[in-house]
């Protein structure tokens, strides 16, 4: 059979530019896997999305006129209920078969198989392959129900008289539905298809764009209705004009991929303008004033060589005008009231010192059951302060303990009330003003790090400190109080805290121990306000590392072999996998990993406790001396190379423990009848147990 492409284009009102990129992928990738899944088009068959402000739409190549007829094996009923006694067919089957346009001129052909324990009957019939109306009327019915769409509008149904109505992402105006030439007959939300679409509202050369086939679609919007249709080729001519134009201007525009999307999905015939401000803006922090002409006016600010914010700015319009000026004029107009507001937030906020603020966090409810924003500050002071004088000392701990006590002031300041995105940054700004340090100014932005993945660090130790001290503090309090994440809930981002502690102990390289970490970090909340929760927040940390590790190479036996052992300096981690990586690629590794096992089921099922001082005189069998000498011997060198730091030397040194261990096993009863004989013997498995397993627990790399 022959195909043809096929073209489906929903015609809309402006549709929301922050959905358009996933609102456009989902209408193509659902409604071509749904023609592929009903045998309507090729399974190779090339797929082009289509998205601009004011339409949806997709063009499939290799798409039939009618699928295939198939052969299909259907199942009627058990035997014992389609055959009486003597073979003949029930009145259940017979009406079975009517009900499938087929009578008892089939009955020979029926086949009898095991459905189960039972047998039953089957028809093999041939089922004739669907028309392209029949499938495309359900590929759309299917699509718009699953499209991602966050709140739908109410309108009247285009075809009545205002009653039924139409729910929707917006209006929808127009119906195209071509395979070649031809207009498929199919209807959703209310229109008809047809074969004609609408161009740009003002630049269009005709009003009404007639397509003359589903593969010049794409053509004929971009020379009839000036409009790029194509999402991702709008997008990159924005980037080719954007780049050229600051260029010329021997500048950088900002680079944003969110802005470029959304800008992408407010034009759908772009065109890129050079504005500018009044220098004197220039006084205000450049993220301020970055941050309120990407979110309020999509615009893309122009940085010098040095990253510095200039007072040039690019302008998307959707417009090409003979004289862009008034363009241009109206944009700068628009924005100047912007600019003053910033300007006006930050001279007001620098009226008052960051320290003033303290008091009025107070006043702001931080959690029902944690108290307020003031009080959650002295709790984070005294957290840092008790990080800091673990890392430096007692000059730190005084500065992390100013820097924790500042770091949420700017909360009360109108610039972060206007920009939330800036907390921390304005913080900085207003230390400096105050005359603080960098490493408090610093401190107060960077306490706020890691924020994403990939995000950077903390740049000194005081913004560590309070970094993880503000971060421990969320954690544990809201653990607490039993607001543990669940499933992909999880409200208050503690696996984001969880994964931001974890980078800086690791990268950080900081000697802290994850436990008293937690420990402290508890001790920081007034008694009874928490329930115990070390635990849980100790294995919350060790879950969020493990995948970490697993993400960046590690096998799950590797990762449990150290992690099983509750590493409390989480900066050692590392150094212990490769470690474990390096001896499970000796020859002996197998060997000594299931031995390991072994000891440990030993040792497991001792009632008691088990000593580990071995008495010389009761060592009877050759084996077993054997093992305690080459115990002695190996396990000073492993216990030596662990205690310099090297992981890899102390666990190859074990691989010397082979033969001996292999030697005891063979020709040595642990659990003798003799009482003295047994303690002593468990005693130098638990002597050996203890050696093994410093770095790692081998028991995990065991087959």
Same mark, same amino acid.
């Given at each position: ?40 088009? +090729?399974?190779?068959?090339?797929? +082009? ?16 006129? /009618? ?25 259940? #089957? ?98 008809? $298809? ?7 509202? &003002? ?37 080719? /004009? ?33 504005? /500018? ?22 615009? &893309? ?7 510095? #914010?200039?007072? %040039? ?48 966090? $107070? %006043? ?33 701990? !005084? ?5 924790? #006590? ?8 109108? !610039? ?252 040595? !009863? ?34």
């Amino acid at each position: 059979m022959s195909t043809k492409s096929l073209l489906v284009e929903l015609f809309v009102e402006e549709l929301p530019p922050k959905s358009l990129k996933k609102l456009g992928e989902s209408f193509a990738a659902t409604l071509s896997a749904s023609l592929k899944a009903q045998g309507l088009a +090729t399974a190779d068959a090339a797929v +082009t999305a289509y998205a601009s402000p004011r339409r949806l739409a997709v063009r499939v190549a290799g798409v039939f006129a /009618q699928a295939a007829d198939k052969s299909v094996l259907q199942k009627l009923m058990p035997v014992k209920v389609g055959l009486d006694a003597e073979g003949n067919a029930t009145p259940a #089957l017979l009406k079975k078969l009517a009900s499938m346009g087929a009578d008892a001129s089939v009955l020979p052909n029926l086949k009898r198989e095991l459905d189960g324990k039972a047998e039953s009957l089957f028809l093999d019939s041939v089922v004739t392959g669907a028309t392209l109306t029949e499938g495309l009327q359900k590929a759309l019915d299917e699509t718009i129900a699953k499209l991602p769409i966050a709140k739908m509008m109410t309108y009247p149904d285009p075809q009545g008289d205002g009653w039924p109505v139409v729910n929707f992402v917006r209006p929808a105006h127009s119906l195209v539905a071509l395979l070649g030439r031809k207009v498929i007959p199919v209807s959703v939300l209310g229109l008809v $298809a047809g074969n004609k679409t609408h161009g740009h509202r &003002f630049e269009a050369a005709v009003d009404t764009v007639v397509l003359e086939d589903a593969d010049s679609y794409a053509y004929q919007l971009e020379n009839e209705g000036a409009v790029i249709p194509c999402f991702e080729k709008r997008r990159a001519e924005i980037a080719r /004009q954007l780049a050229a134009a600051a260029d010329r201007q021997g500048l950088k525009p900002v680079s944003d991929d969110a802005l470029l999307d959304e800008v992408t999905a407010l034009v759908e015939r772009p065109n890129v303008l050079l504005g /500018q401000f009044e220098p004197e803006f220039l006084a205000v922090p450049q993220e301020c004033l970055i941050l309120t002409m990407k979110a309020n006016q999509k615009y &893309f600010p122009l940085l010098d060589a040095q990253g510095k #914010l200039t007072n %040039k700015f690019l302008i998307v319009s959707n417009i090409q005008p003979a004289d862009p000026s008034l363009v241009i004029g109206g944009n700068e107009r628009v924005v100047r009231p912007r600019l003053a507001d910033a300007k006006f937030f930050f001279d007001q906020d620098r009226k008052k010192t960051l320290e003033s603020r303290v008091l009025g966090l $107070a %006043k702001v409810v931080y959690h029902n059951k944690l108290g307020t924003q003031g009080e959650r500050v002295q709790r984070v002071c005294a957290i840092a302060r008790a990080i800091g004088q673990q890392l430096g000392g007692d000059a730190l701990a !005084m500065q992390a303990e100013q820097a924790a #006590l500042l770091a949420k002031a700017d909360l009360l300041t109108d !610039m972060v009330g206007e920009f939330p995105e800036l907390q921390g940054i304005m913080g900085r700004y207003y230390a400096r003003h105050d005359g603080l340090s960098d490493d408090i100014a610093y401190a107060i932005e960077d306490h706020y790090k890691p924020r994403f993945a990939g995000d950077e660090l903390p740049r000194n130790p005081v913004g560590v400190c309070v970094a993880l001290a503000d971060k421990l503090e969320t954690l544990v309090g809201m653990f607490g109080i039993g607001q543990i994440p669940t499933g992909d809930k999880d409200p208050f981002a503690l696996r984001r805290h969880a994964l931001g502690v974890i980078r800086m102990l690791v990268e950080k390289n900081l000697p802290l121990s994850l436990r008293e970490l937690i420990a402290g970090a508890f001790a920081g909340f007034p008694a009874g306000l928490l329930v115990d929760a070390h635990a849980a927040v100790e294995t919350f940390m060790f879950e969020r590392l493990g995948g970490t590790l697993r993400d960046q190479g590690y096998t799950s036996n590797e990762v449990e072999a150290v992690l099983s052992l509750n590493p409390q300096q989480l900066a050692l981690v590392q150094r212990q996998l490769e470690a474990v990586r390096a001896f499970a690629a000796l020859p002996e590794a197998e060997s000594l990993a299931a031995a390991n096992k072994r000891v440990g089921n030993i040792l497991k099922k001792i009632e008691g406790e088990i000593s580990t001082v071995v008495n010389a005189a009761l060592l009877q069998e050759a084996a077993e001396q054997a093992l305690h000498a080459a115990l002695g011997e190996i396990a000073l060198q492993a216990a030596a190379a662990f205690e310099r730091g090297d992981y890899t030397a102390s666990m190859q040194a074990l691989a010397a423990l082979r033969a001996p261990v292999d030697a005891f096993f063979d020709s040595v !009863m642990v659990n003798a009848d003799d009482p003295a004989l047994r303690a002593n013997r468990q005693a130098l498995l638990a002597q050996l147990h203890a050696a093994m397993n410093r770095v790692a627990d081998l028991a995990k790399l065991a087959a």
